[in-house]
């Protein structure tokens, strides 16, 4: 009598869905970022005009991420509490550093309070392609006008933080 009710619950089950199965996965982490203080501008008393640094992005690049990346998102918020305004370039670069975009922001000078400007980059389609080769991430900082003009004892700072948020489709291959 058991044996007969277990039997009757169960229902006829199509074990080739599991080819139908798609997990789509989101990735978000930290790319870039960094907190320059205003004496940082000032080399043997001398103001220094720009400061370039590059990091290198070796995840973006994957073979699983360039195979299944669908979208991807590039976000940066700035922070400027210096009475100077910046312009800040960020070049992506390629493994034979050959630019593949070209991102540039203009920071406002501060006049007392902080300046914050927040700005997402979404990559899909065509452009896509730009991540998935993405290798390095040159940000250039410079210095507007020339007033005031800054010394070793300048207080404030500029500050730069980046994510990136990536959209996965992986689906089953026969």
């Given at each position: 009598m058991f044996l007969s009710s277990v039997g009757s619950c169960v229902k006829d089950v199509d074990f080739d869905q599991i080819n139908d199965i798609q997990l789509t996965p989101v990735f978000e982490g930290s790319l870039v970022f960094f907190d320059l203080e205003a004496n940082k501008f000032v080399e043997e008393g001398s103001e220094v005009s720009s400061i370039t640094d590059f990091t290198r992005l070796d995840a973006l690049s994957s073979s699983f991420s360039v195979n299944n990346l669908v979208r991807a998102d590039l976000h940066f918020e700035f922070v400027n509490t210096i009475g100077r305004s910046f312009t800040l370039t960020i070049n992506l670069l390629d493994g034979e550093q050959q630019v593949l975009r070209t991102l540039q922001y203009?920071?406002?000078?501060?006049?007392?309070?902080?300046?914050?400007?927040?700005d997402t980059v979404v990559f899909t389609g065509a452009n896509l392609q730009q991540i998935t080769n993405l290798l390095i991430m040159e940000v250039e900082v410079m210095l507007n006008n020339r007033l005031p003009q800054l010394a070793e004892t300048s207080e404030g700072m500029l500050a730069m933080n980046s994510s990136a948020t990536l959209y996965l489709e992986i689906a089953d291959e026969e």
């Open positions: 203009d920071i406002p000078a501060s006049s007392g309070s902080q300046v914050e400007i927040d």
